[in-house]
């Protein structure tokens, strides 16, 4: 889940794109982040439980 794989420092600018009920690519997440992220080993866990949780939020199946 989304509160799993984020560090509080992340979560205010997750439920801002979440909160924008768009469908964003991968890219355009990381571009959001990026901000945020560094290339820890929790970067992937991260943009993996935001893309996951949107998809939920838009009702949309995730892709595989």
């Keep these: ?4 794989a ?5 979560i205010m600018t997750a ?3 979440l909160e924008t009920n768009r469908l964003y690519t991968d890219d ?3 571009k959001l982040l990026s901000g ?12 993996r439980a ?5 998809y939920r939020r838009l009702g949309l199946p995730l892709p595989e």
Aim: aromatic share 6%; proline share 3%.
């Design 50 to 54: 935001v893309k996951k949780t949107m």
């Design 15 to 17: 439920v801002e794109i």
């Design 28 to 30: 355009e997440l990381r």
């Design 36 to 47: 945020h992220l560094c290339r820890c080993t929790g970067y992937e866990n991260i943009l």
């Design 6 to 10: 984020l560090p509080i420092c992340f």
């Design 1 to 4: 889940s989304l509160h799993d």
